[in-house]
C-alpha cells in the first residue's frame, strides 16, 4: 500500500470531475486521511470557505498554499 501524499492540517486544492459538477473548486484543508482504494488514496477534506466536509480520492488533489503557521 503506498503511502498518502498529503498530511493532515495541508491545504490542497480540489480539482473536480466530469460527475463532481455539484462539488466547488477551491482551497481545502486535510481533515483526516483514509485507507481508499489500493490504487488511489482518500482524504476527508474541509472547504476553506463554506465548511463543508467531503471525501475525495488523492487523484482529485492538487498540493495548495502552506498552511499559516500558529
Known amino acids: 500500500m503506498a ?3 498529503y498530511n493532515v492540517g ?12 455539484n462539488v466547488p473548486r477551491g482551497l481545502y484543508t486535510v481533515v483526516r486521511q483514509l ?4 490504487n488511489d ?9 463554506d465548511g463543508h466536509e467531503r471525501i ?7 498540493s495548495g498554499p502552506p498552511a499559516p503557521l500558529g
Not at 41 to 49: I, N
Open 56 to 62: 475525495v480520492l488523492e487523484s482529485q488533489l492538487r
Open 35 to 38: 485507507p481508499g482504494p489500493a
Open 10 to 21: 495541508q491545504n490542497v486544492e480540489f480539482v473536480p470531475g466530469r460527475y463532481d459538477s
Open 3 to 5: 503511502p498518502h501524499l
Open 41 to 49: 488514496r482518500e482524504y476527508r477534506v474541509k472547504h476553506k470557505q
